[in-house]
């Protein structure tokens, strides 16, 4: 039974605040949970609570929602089951009572959703992956590792913003993180010698600046092969475009030139047939649903088409997708919805639809390690928590060794079995 609940304001990965969620359970059972925050983020995601206290953090401080915890949450949830995840999250969405959670702001909401989800774990003295996921959680994720970044995470003519290496050939997760450091320190060699920047942008990646796009792949693939791996076979590419952040009125600002839709996607066409792409996230923009679904009719069979800003993990919005073809994978992140039950029925939507999923991280983070546990309990197959360096990163990837270690025999590595055969 939930006894309290409390909450402060704490720092996360780009030094801006955050809530964080302590739940206390009457049999004297503790858990905490800190809430992520995007800088790409969709124009439909739950609401996130800022003071705009511009003599506090530039405005960004969560002072309020650090009370709307306490004042509100704490009372309306005291005497709940901490195992009714349900129900605690309906009495959550009740209490906030508007439809984007931003009466008491979904960073409040999903740090107690959180919070007690940990907590009910903790009280049946199971691992939170377990727990959740019950006793045929065994898949462990592919690490989709951001080793360049761009777009809105970094201070380059780089439009793109994430570009990532997929280690699909590895034999288990422990090998596949090896796989990419290796990577990424061979690709830190790669830009020193081409006098190119190795400062790092928000998701630990570097931030060279580059003519173009395709540069980034042309220096992942040397990288790969200078760290001995095959391209392809061993590890495989994959991107965030974040084309929501360079679309405006007339098209898509890419590289110096306004584009249709269909440019960009003949574009990634003739991506997909030069480098071995498995998985695009955002093409298009969250506005675009005919584009979407026309990228997916045309590439769609090829490589995974992940909807983020699109689809906001929000059952609705993937309803739509599904209904319109738009879309062939779901990018899954907590605070967008903004509770865990409704995290979960967008994760259950889309695989009975025969969408696949992608468990993620924001790009300002926290120490907290939930998503790692949760791409475990729903079998996801694919994580993306960025680079394999920083820690606020490689807290969800040290976790995820601490998993496959716990699973022993029982685990499984999702290797290339996570995405379109065809993209192998
Ligand atoms: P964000 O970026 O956390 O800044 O939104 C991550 C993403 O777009 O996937
Ligand atoms: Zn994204």
Redesign the pocket.
């Known amino acids: 039974t939930i006894e309290a609940v409390g909450a402060r304001e704490i720092l996360d990965s780009r030094g801006n605040p955050t809530v964080e969620v302590e739940v206390l359970l009457d049999d004297g059972t503790h858990a905490r949970a800190a809430v992520p925050s995007?800088?790409?983020?969709g124009a439909f995601e739950a609401s996130e609570r800022r003071d705009g206290d511009a003599g506090r953090y530039l405005g960004k401080g969560v002072e309020d929602a650090v009370e709307a915890v306490i004042e509100e949450i704490g009372p309306a949830l005291a005497g709940f089951d901490a195992h009714e995840q349900r129900l605690v999250d309906a009495a959550l969405i009740d209490l906030d009572a508007t439809p984007n959670k931003s009466r008491l702001g979904a960073n409040a909401i999903l740090g107690a959703s959180l919070a007690v989800a940990k907590a009910a774990a903790s009280a049946a003295d199971l691992p939170l992956f377990r727990y959740l996921g019950g006793p045929n959680a065994h898949v462990l994720p592919v690490p989709m590792m951001n080793i360049v970044n761009g777009g809105?995470?970094a201070d380059t003519g780089v439009a793109i913003?994430?570009f990532m290496i997929a280690p699909i050939g590895a034999p288990s997760f422990r090998e596949a993180l090896r796989w990419g450091a290796e990577t990424y320190h061979a690709l830190k060699s790669v830009l020193k010698s081409r006098g190119l920047a190795t400062g790092l942008g928000d998701e630990g990646g570097f931030a060279p600046d580059l003519p173009s796009n395709k540069d980034a792949l042309d220096l992942i693939a040397a990288a790969v092969d200078k760290a001995g791996f095959s391209l392809g076979s061993d590890i495989a590419l994959a991107l965030?475009v974040?084309a929501t952040e360079f679309h405006t009125e007339g098209g898509y600002d890419f590289e110096g030139e306004k584009r249709t839709a269909e440019w960009m996607t003949t574009y990634y066409e003739g991506l997909v047939a030069e480098y071995p792409l498995v998985s695009i996230?955002?093409p298009l923009s969250e506005d675009d649903w005919e584009g979407w679904a026309h990228i997916t009719s045309t590439l769609g069979a090829r490589v995974q088409l992940v909807g983020?800003d699109l689809f906001v993990t929000n059952p609705e919005r993937l309803q739509r997708g599904i209904d319109a073809g738009a879309g062939n994978a779901l990018?899954v992140k907590v605070n967008q919805i903004g509770t865990l039950t409704e995290t979960l029925d967008a994760v259950d939507l889309a695989h009975r639809n025969g969408f696949r999923t992608m468990m993620?991280h924001?790009?300002?983070e926290t120490e907290d390690t939930t998503i790692a546990d949760l791409a475990v309990a729903v079998g996801s197959g694919q994580i993306k928590t960025g680079a394999p360096a920083r820690s606020e990163r490689v807290a969800k990837y040290n976790q995820l060794l601490r998993i496959e270690e716990e699973l022993d025999d029982a685990g499984r590595y999702a290797g290339p079995s996570a995405f379109p055969r065809a993209a192998r």
């Open positions: 995007g800088a790409s983020t809105a995470h913003q994430e965030d974040a996230e955002d983020d990018l993620s924001r790009s300002g």
